[in-house]
């Protein structure tokens, strides 16, 4: 529960009514998502009532005057009228009970959604977003310890279940915040509160011996706003330890109203983010596909990644932000196709589990389903969203580790080959020098492994094993360039041992401004993704011998 200060200072009587401005002094982004939440579940609460969803002793300030509801929103502004001011606290309990609900046994929060509410394993993942960001102690939500299994079978692979692990809710902490707002008499609070992380993930005292001076005190406006952050934002998993949380920028109430709901994704294939950026232009991408007939403007996102730390591993804290604007329709249209090329993919594994004790023992082999994302997707998406070259930084998929598995990131690229060589000639290029890199070292790793196959095609055994040497001989190479001429020499050794290169011959002039100084390290991006997006003679074989990597 948020804390009260305690104060002598005598204060007006307690007001009819509570007006929260958009721009008022002290209003964050993150209160300005929450004053846009707090619209939204209003908005709800009209609807449902109008469709015979809720009774009447279910509304805040009921009964309506001639049906109309006791709150005013406009483009910059919310007003919540009590009638009396003792009225405030059943107002209050009221609109919470409605706001933060729980059904099927999973955080229910009505004003993220359009008229159907999605199922419930997509509500279970952002139910698992919500406690890697807002409610995040166990304190501040009752989850049941065991997980129970969700069976679902996805909308990309109707063929497959997939199971994924739920924990039951009994309560969280925005249930009750209501009674943070009021006094004894039901009445609105005169005096500020604590704000604390589940209103304000990453808010906390920062030292306890200066508690007082350290900890964010705010009136009931700026709390009540706060409250409902957790309707206004949208917060998703990566994984199990690690989540994303989305704040939109909210600039008219209104529109916001009318665009909340399209932020929040409806199938579980929609859940499968990577990165702030994957998120942010996800979540843009599916409002762009309303705009057209409802001319929509796209916001901004500010985003942070939770996660543990090694000096807090006992919480997810927040370690990276990241503001995404408003995407332009070219920005919109490369992730798109990134998007497609690279989605997140349903893969299938072989398990063995052991049932029964003694001679009653058996083994069972059994399929596994399960959600396999890009590791490309990522760099992608956050390169776009600071608008930056999509393929720039390609250079440390190939020596980075990733950071769960502690494996070779180039280990995983080998699944992605397809797509990688398909967003090479489907997203425009900035200028013709990065295609015509691309196309010259994609003719010569062709020619290079025509000639291994040449030279072994009695020996596949040998074939392989060189065709594997040669690519790791050029991912070192030009992944272990430190300096212009050190890469500028990988390069033209492999076009010296390739031979005749076609594409050299008749656009070499537009390579060279990307062996410059300035632009060198972009150039060895693309010529490790043009190695790792080969698709031509002798991949295959190259394909089986890095899958087995992958696997080992």
């Known amino acids: 529960m948020a804390k009260k200060r305690k104060t002598n200072v005598e204060h007006s009587p307690a007001p009819d009514h509570l007006v929260l401005e958009l721009h008022a002094p002290g209003m964050s ?14 908005k709800y609460i009209e609807r449902a009532y109008r469709d015979g969803q809720l009774d009447e002793d279910q509304l805040p300030g009921a009964p309506w005057p001639e049906g109309k509801p006791p709150w005013e929103i406009g483009p910059g502004r919310v007003t919540l009228y009590f009638g009396k001011p003792e009225g405030a606290g059943e107002f209050l309990k009221r609109l919470f009970d409605l706001a933060f609900q729980i059904q099927e046994n999973a955080i229910f929060l009505p004003g993220q959604y359009d008229l159907t509410p999605p199922p419930l394993p997509v509500r279970s993942l952002l139910q698992q977003g919500l406690t890697l960001t807002f409610l995040q102690h166990g ?13 679902y079978n996805p909308e990309e692979k109707p063929e497959a279940t997939i199971e994924i692990s739920h924990n039951k809710c009994k309560s969280y902490k925005h249930q009750q915040g209501w009674k943070d707002l009021i006094n004894d008499q039901g009445q609105l609070e005169q005096k500020t509160l604590e704000v604390i992380g589940p209103l304000n993930p990453g808010a906390i005292v920062r030292h306890q011996a200066f508690g007082t001076r350290t900890r964010i005190e705010e009136d009931v406006p700026h709390v009540l706003a706060l409250y409902f952050a957790l309707v206004g934002c949208l917060a998703l998993p990566i994984n199990r330890g690690c989540g994303v949380l989305l704040i939109p920028e909210v600039n008219n109430l209104e529109y916001f109203v009318e ?32 705009r057209e007939s409802q001319k929509l403007t796209l916001p901004g996102f500010y985003t942070a990644i939770f996660q543990p730390t090694p000096w807090a591993s006992q919480q997810k ?8 604007p408003p995407a332009d329709e070219k920005t919109l249209s490369q992730f798109e196709i990134a998007l497609q090329k690279l989605p997140p993919r349903i893969a299938v594994r072989e398990i063995k589990q052991t049932k029964g004790r003694g001679k009653q023992k058996e083994t069972i082999e059994k399929k ?15 390169n776009l969203a600071q608008g930056r070259r999509w393929y720039e930084g390609f250079s440390r998929l190939m020596v980075a580790l990733d950071p769960v598995s502690k494996t070779p990131i180039r280990n995983r690229l080998v699944f992605e080959k397809e797509g990688l060589n398909a967003m090479t000639q489907e997203i425009p290029w900035q200028d013709q020098g990065e295609s015509t890199l691309v196309r010259a070292v994609h003719e010569a790793i062709r020619r290079r492994y025509a000639r291994i196959a040449e030279e072994n095609k009695n020996n596949p ?17 030009f992944a272990g360039a430190k300096t212009v001429d050190q890469f500028r020499h990988a390069l033209c050794d492999l076009f010296s041992r390739a031979g005749l290169n076609p594409v050299l011959q008749k656009e070499w002039e537009h390579i060279l401004p990307m062996l410059s100084p300035q632009r060198w390290q972009l150039a060895r991006d693309l010529a490790l993704l043009a190695l790792a997006s080969y698709t031509g003679t002798g991949s295959d074989e190259l394909e089986s011998t890095e899958e087995q990597q992958a696997v080992a």
């Open 29 to 42: 982004p993150l209160h300005r998502a929450g004053l846009g939440g707090l619209a939204c579940t209003l």
């Open 139 to 151: 304190r501040v939500r009752s989850l049941d310890k065991e997980e129970i299994p969700l069976s």
């Open 259 to 290: 665009v909340r709901s399209l932020m929040t994704p409806t199938s579980v294939g929609e859940c499968q983010i990577t990165s702030p950026g994957d998120a942010a232009l996800q979540a843009q991408v599916r409002l762009r596909a309303k």
């Open 317 to 324: 804290s927040r370690v990276l932000t990241m503001y995404v």
């Open 368 to 382: 596994e389903w399960f959600w396999a994302k890009s590791v490309v997707l990522p760099l992608v998406a956050n």
């Open 461 to 477: 055994v040998a074939m392989k094993n060189r065709w594997s040497g040669e690519y790791d001989r050029w991912r070192l190479a």
